[in-house]
Nanobody
Framework: QVQLVESGGGLVQPGGSLRLSCAAS????????MGWYRQGPGKQRDLVAT???????NYADTVKGRFTISRNNAKNTVYLQMNSLKPEDTAVYYC?????????WGQGTQVTVSS
């Protein structure tokens, strides 16, 4: 089992920045990929960015050049630096961890981009 706890969401004006954090605990040695997904009001949950255990990165086209995913292995934490935020980035952001057998989700953190 893997437990994930997100933090760092909040209200920000368009053009602003936020950094989300996801702390993993439990069977962290089994994690192959960690990532961020988001679900806007009335929308499906979509991929934002992922990072593999080897450091390979993947981003949704809508966030390329604005968001950066990174990880601190010593702290078992993954980050999502979000710059140049837009109102359409408003969503609940979920941390995800994938092992060979299962996927795990955090509880989500709300990000609201509004003036």
């Amino acid at each position: 089992q893997v437990q994930l706890v997100e933090s760092g969401g909040g209200l920000v004006q368009p053009g602003g920045s936020l950094r989300l954090s996801c702390a993993a605990s439990g069977s962290i040695f089994s994690i192959e990929i960690m990532g961020w997904y988001r679900q806007g009001p009335g929308k499906q949950r979509d991929l934002v960015a992922t990072i593999t255990s080897f450091g390979r990165l993947n981003y949704a086209d809508t966030v390329k050049g604005r968001f950066t995913i990174s990880r601190n292995n010593a702290k078992n934490t993954v980050y999502l630096q979000m710059n140049s935020l837009k109102p359409e980035d408003t969503a609940v952001y979920y941390c995800n961890a994938q092992t060979l057998k299962s996927g795990f989700w955090g509880q989500g953190t709300q990000v609201t981009v509004s003036s």
